[in-house]
């Protein structure tokens, strides 16, 4: 089944972290990763947390935002102002149908905010394949953010609480990830590679796609690294 996976970088106050914890845990989540936290298993944070302290003790810890994201499928960042660029950015429901449509072959997701008093910068939110913002009604106030997570976790909730019957494979689930290095091999061979706006949009447009775009996409890679190889075995001739 595909794990969510909610990642604070640099958190600064444990109250935040408390309430993180009891939203997560309302909402039926359980993972949870800190990067440079602040105490998050002193009183102050499992006070707040009020019989969801396990969430603050099960949290796994980096010291680097690439540590916490090397292993996932799926990356999305968050933001409060529109700021990331030229890209799409969803909102909450569009984030939830984008992650149903490719579901099966997920393995882990993680959406990754920002410390409270200035979100992520541009340099972390580069290094997610979607951008999300919650749609406000005014300027003022803002969300926290606890509430910005209790958002994100009820609107995606449905992803871990749906009763259906559950069809996916490990094979299933690692097919997004071996897609996704084939791309990065493939555009590394021309010459683009993970520093330009360029690959940081082939990427996003990669996590948007449906299943059926996938599977045509894996097919073309797969014909194109076969004829690849076939030139070099007629020149090694």
Known sequence: MMKVYFILVEPQL????????????????????LVNPCDHLGERA???????????????LFSSLDNALED??????????????KRCILNPAELLNV????????????????????????????????????????????????QAVMIYAYSISPLINDNSPQTTTVSDQTKMKKLRGAVNGLLEKTGI???????????????????EDLRLLHFIIKRLNQQQTNRQFKNSR
């Open 99 to 146: 992650i149903q449509i490719k579901q099966k072959i997920l393995s882990k997701v993680g959406i990754v905010f920002g410390a409270e008093s200035s979100g992520l910068s541009n340099k972390a939110l580069g290094k997610c394949d979607l951008v999300s913002t919650i749609l406000m009604r005014s300027k003022y106030p803002s969300l926290n953010l606890a």
């Open 193 to 211: 590679t993970k520093e330009t706006n360029v690959h940081r949009r082939i990427m996003e447009k990669l996590s948007t796609m449906g299943d």
């Open 72 to 85: 996932l499928d799926i990356i999305v960042g968050t933001t409060a102002r529109n700021r990331a660029y």
């Open 46 to 60: 499992k006070w707040v947390a009020h019989g969801s302290a396990e969430i603050l003790e099960n949290a796994e």
């Open 14 to 33: 444990p109250e935040n972290l408390g309430a993180v914890a009891r939203a997560l845990k309302t909402m039926g989540f359980q993972f949870l990763r």
